[in-house]
């Protein structure tokens, strides 16, 4: 491993210097697989940043580009990276993401995840995601991508070094949003349903004839709809594209987004419409049925008012060229300003260590817990009354900006059976914003006689209650190196990043602030062996780390993952199947001392790890060329500390989708799916605390019960015209999901139909 500055660099100029000797390479550069003829060497492939349009399968992709910005099949790969098509996310209609990345193997919902949920967070691999990536540039903002903007989706499992180095240690997501095309189409369609429907979108792309080269393309979307939750959503986004392709190996592109986004009344806060009443107790499974004074589509004391609302302003370009025969160049910027609001109102519910059993460590809803001559003794103190419950309205306003820059070399270098595919960089953001917040009491509400609409605070006559500002520079430098043997039968990668951070963080009420500031390497390599053709194992160990303060000094958490697995493809690669074991963890957790006693000689925290283990299984593809499959299955074990389950993280999934294609007879141009999906069993919380004031390590009060969802879908196409139906939860279905603690959950949307009509021109 590298560990000095020095030791970095070096390895760099080698990688480097490897690019200069492609250079010197004879051989032509291609853009596309070339042939062998005879008395000649086979031609080198020049580097390529973008994925490529060729599949066997609607729902196959054999690339990817997330592994190390450049384009490499993932049969190849030795790392486990899933792609979900364009072609899946318009059979199921997706709303957001989530709704296709659940087919996925290790991936599950997070905190307010799905339609209306926020920055379409997700948890993979057990952590949970904050943000995404949009064509290899990290957004966290808010609002959700709209999934008719994307052309692909690839999720990138565990840490990775060069991708996210700083990102979740689960994995990173990568949405690949659609380019100008110099072939004319598009289409326009209209979506109509029950919930989450009522949209209107434009795609349309094609040359621009006055000069040669230039290429455009437009999508643009309005929704204005109910949601499951009493409220409504509505959004529209608009997104002009040029391409200009500057000569046969050189191309410019531009791309601009604005998305204007807003939730209203309980879809404003979807999460806290629900909570666990006191019969939810030790270590028991949430009811299915909501508690005494709630309905399964409650507004929950969520003022019709309430709003969460997101405006952004998101430019992009990038430009790709080769500087010689062997090397490729991608220089790419980003821009993005952000104007979040979040006016909503949340119910006071009486939670908090003092209600747990000192001495047994279990929750204990209805009493709280206090020192009477040397013994603990309980005292009754409901966590709510349902007839007089209190609620709080709460004011946040955030603006930001986030500049960005990204600059990649990328080389192919052949010498008889060894190829050498080096590829470095670097990268530079910042990123500032500021937040204030205000906080007001309304009314208490009773449960039985629910007032949706309490009068909203006259936020100008109430002062401040916190007003902050960050500014962060992030600046990174890579270097990869792919190497192949035996006429690319092994592959072994090996990859370094160092990551320079600078983040101030000011209290501008009190102008206190802090800086955090410090620089970390990460670290992947791997070897990939083809068995045969089409069949590969492989091994990987990915890094990489985000920073945070221990006692006053920076402290880097390491994400750290071992893989190793083996990835085949079957009817000429028209049905991908692989198979994977992965051990994850993030280290340096700062988590609070069972042991801490105020004037004590224990410190009242320590450092430690969070680890989770599994295996997962994924089939993507054709089985025939009429039958597509989508499916997966995982098994992991996730554990805190002190060996309790964490939060919204079932140790099982399994999920499929099978699609049946049409394509002679009388229904010759339809389609039918059915999809399921499975979540097994999860804690619903995350402790208060690590233990009680006697050093009992406190235990998990409840679990949310194991759910299986199915959803279904047809679609007819003829001539221009094309008819989608789905059907969302086929069995209406009743359970809770993405629960956040005692207090903040809520019920899974129930069935939906939605109709969606296009025209294609």
Not at 325 to 345: E, G, K, P, V
Not at 387 to 415: H, I
């Amino acid at each position: 491993m590298i560990k000095s500055p020095r030791l970095f660099l070096s390895a760099t100029l080698l990688v480097a210097s490897a690019i200069a000797l492609s250079a010197q390479s004879s051989a032509p550069a291609t853009t596309a697989a070339s042939t062998k003829s005879a008395g000649q060497e086979e031609a080198i492939v020049l580097p390529d940043f973008s994925v490529s349009s060729d599949r066997t399968d609607g729902y196959r992709a054999t690339d990817s580009l997330s592994g190390a910005r450049i384009r490499t099949a993932l049969i190849d790969t030795p790392a486990t990276i899933n792609v979900i098509t364009g072609e899946f996310l318009q059979d199921i209609g997706a709303n957001a993401m989530f709704d296709a990345t659940q087919y996925v193997s290790g991936v599950g919902n997070g905190r307010l995840a799905g339609a209306n949920g926020i920055i379409d967070r997700m948890t993979i691999r057990g952590f949970e995601t904050n943000g995404r990536n949009t064509d290899n540039f990290p957004s966290t903002f808010q609002a959700n991508l709209d999934p008719d903007l994307i052309e692909r989706i690839e999720i990138v499992k565990g840490p990775n070094a060069i991708l996210a180095p700083t990102g979740s240690p689960g994995g990173a997501i990568n949405a690949i949003t659609k380019s100008p095309l110099m072939t004319p189409q598009g289409y326009v369609s209209l979506e109509v349903g029950k919930f989450n429907a009522q949209k209107l979108t434009v795609d349309t792309t094609g040359p621009l004839s006055q000069v040669k080269g230039l290429a455009y393309r437009l999508v643009a979307a309005y929704q204005d709809t109910k949601t499951f939750q009493p409220g409504s959503l509505k959004q529209w986004d608009i997104n002009p594209e040029f391409s200009y392709q500057i000569s046969d190996t050189s191309k410019l592109s531009f791309k601009y987004s604005f998305v204007d986004w807003a939730a209203f009344g309980s879809a404003s806060s979807p999460g806290n419409t629900w909570i666990a009443d006191n019969t939810a107790v030790n270590g028991g499974y949430l009811s299915k049925t909501p508690p005494l004074g709630f309905t399964y589509a409650d507004h929950a004391g969520m003022p019709d008012w309430g709003e969460r609302a997101d405006k952004v302003n998101r430019f992009a370009s990038e430009l790709t060229t080769s500087l010689s025969s062997s090397i490729s160049m991608r220089l790419a910027a980003c821009f993005y300003t952000d104007h979040f609001d979040s006016d909503s109102a949340t119910m006071n519910i009486n939670t908090g260590n003092n209600r747990y059993n000192p001495y047994t460590g279990i929750y204990t809803p209805d009493y709280t817990w206090a020192l009477s001559n040397g013994t603990y003794v309980p005292t009754f103190s409901a966590e709510y009354t349902p007839t007089n419950v209190s609620r709080t309205a709460a004011l946040q306003r955030t603006w930001a900006e986030d500049f960005q820059l990204q600059n990649d070399f990328a080389g192919n270098y052949r010498l008889n059976s060894v190829t050498l595919e080096p590829v470095a960089g670097w990268a530079f953001e910042r990123s500032i914003n500021r937040t204030l917040g205000k906080n007001s009491p309304l009314p208490n509400f009773n449960l039985f006689a629910q007032d949706d609409n309490p009068p909203k605070p006259n936020y100008a006559l109430i002062p401040i209650g916190s007003e902050s500002g960050a500014s962060t520079v992030k600046k990174q430098v890579y270097a990869f190196l792919r190497s192949g043997f035996v006429d690319n039968r092994l592959f072994v990668t090996a990859g370094a990043s160092r990551v320079w951070l600078d983040s101030i963080n000011t209290n501008e009420l009190s102008w206190a602030s802090s800086e955090l500031k410090g620089s970390k390497d990460t670290y992947l390599a791997g070897a990939l062996f083809k068995i045969a053709k089409s069949l590969s194992a492989y091994a990987t160990f990915s890094n990489n780390a985000n920073a945070t303060t221990y006692l006053n000094q920076p402290l880097w958490q390491s994400g750290k993952q071992y893989e190793f697995g083996v990835k085949s493809e079957f009817f000429n690669q028209r049905l991908s199947v692989t198979a994977s074991h992965f051990q994850v963890s993030q280290t340096n957790l700062v988590t609070p001392n069972p042991f801490y006693i105020a004037g004590g000689t224990q410190p009242q925290n320590f450092l430690s790890d969070q680890t989770n283990h599994g295996f997962e299984l994924d089939a993507v593809g054709g089985i025939t060329k009429d039958l597509s499959l989508i499916a997966s299955a995982t098994t992991m074990h996730l554990r805190d500390a002190f060996g309790r389950r964490v939060r919204n993280i079932p140790d099982k999934t399994v999920n499929g989708l099978l699609n049946y294609h049409f394509r002679s007879g009388a229904l010759k141009g339809g389609s039918v799916f059915l999809g399921v999906t499975y979540v097994g069993d999860q804690a619903g919380e995350n402790p208060s605390s690590s233990a009680t004031v006697l050093g009992v390590i406190e235990q998990v009060s409840y679990y949310v019960p194991s759910r299986t969802i199915f959803n279904a879908g047809a679609s007819y196409t003829t001539g221009r015209y094309l008819f989608n139906l789905n059907v969302d939860n086929l069995l209406n279905t009743h359970t809770v999901w993405q629960s956040s603690g005692r207090n903040s959950m809520s019920g899974y949307p129930l069935v939906n139909c939605r109709l969606t009509s296009t025209v294609k021109f």
